[in-house]
């Protein structure tokens, strides 16, 4: 089932069910669509998975909020990398975009991100 993106990650990733995700198409001048939540499948400080209901082309940049217990994160800029089928709706690969340079880097996010991270992945073993 998985792709050839599992061969370009850097880290493993840790399944991640039960923290809740927002995600919101980004626009130039506004955030466009209207926020939906989908399922996170798996993630790392780099990217994660997550199950949407509706199909998002590869390359859209979103942002995303995160919310869970001792987690509350919002407007993480991501890019999708892929978008597959998947059970009864779309398996979306996304990558955080603030490890995609250096200059869009930002220690807070990356803080952020390893925490979650760091949670689930103590959670996972």
Same mark, same amino acid.
């Given at each position: ?10 880290? %493993? ?11 919101? *198409? ?7 669509? @209207? ?5 996170? $499948? #798996? $993630? @790392?400080?780099? !990217?994660? =998975? ?6 998002? *082309? ?6 995303? %909020? +995160?919310?869970?217990? /001792?987690? &509350? *994160?919002?407007?993480?800029? =991501? ?21 995609? @340079? ?7 996010? #990356? ?5 979650? *991270? !760091?949670? /689930? &992945?103590? +959670? =996972?073993?």
């Amino acid at each position: 089932m998985m792709s050839d993106s599992a061969d370009r990650r850097i880290k %493993d990733r840790y399944p991640a069910s039960c923290l809740r995700v927002q995600i919101r *198409e980004r626009r130039l001048l506004r955030c466009g669509k @209207n926020p939906a939540q989908v399922t996170c $499948l #798996d $993630l @790392n400080r780099y !990217g994660m =998975a997550v199950l949407s209901p509706r199909p998002i *082309e590869p390359g859209t940049r979103l942002l995303m %909020d +995160f919310e869970g217990k /001792y987690i &509350n *994160e919002s407007k993480v800029c =991501a890019r999708v990398v892929e978008c597959l089928p998947f059970q009864a709706g779309y398996r979306i690969s996304v990558q955080f975009s603030y490890c995609l @340079n250096k200059k869009g880097y930002s220690r807070t996010v #990356d803080n952020a991100l390893s925490r979650i *991270e !760091g949670f /689930y &992945n103590r +959670f =996972a073993s």
